[in-house]
């Protein structure tokens, strides 16, 4: 089992930033089967929406074209967590944020999200 628990998401104005912390905990085998690490977001009434991931190694960042450029995610591989640097903040990144992970067997793990309000 894999836990995974959001901090950081807050108010701020347009233009703003924030950084959003993923720790992540659990067995030492369940985490060394983790294959790919991300956030998704989701808007009010609205799906939920990959905004960024990448592999557990550190390569094949991916981000979603709304984001690239603003946004940065990376690994603290000596903490287990995973960040998101979120600046230029524009109304519409407003939502929910989520920390998922897959391991190699395709079993997905998620954070019980944290909020993020960006005022205009």
């Known amino acids: 089992q894999v836990q995974l628990v959001e901090s950081g998401g807050g108010l701020v104005q347009a233009g703003g930033s924030l950084r959003l912390l993923c720790n992540v905990s659990?067995?030492?085998?369940?985490?060394?089967?983790?294959?790919?690490m991300g956030w998704y977001r989701q808007a009010p009434g609205q799906q939920r929406e990959l905004v960024a991931n990448?592999?557990?190694?550190?390569?094949?960042?991916r981000y979603t074209d709304s984001v690239r450029g603003r946004f940065t995610i990376s690994r603290a591989k000596a903490k287990n967590a995973l960040s998101l640097q979120m600046n230029e903040l524009k109304p519409e990144d407003t939502g929910v944020y989520y920390c998922q992970v897959r391991t190699l067997r395709g079993v997905t793990y998620w954070g019980q999200g944290t909020q993020v309000t960006v005022s205009s």
């Open positions: 659990g067995t030492i085998s369940s985490i060394s089967s983790i294959n790919v």
């Open positions: 990448m592999l557990m190694s550190g390569g094949n960042i």
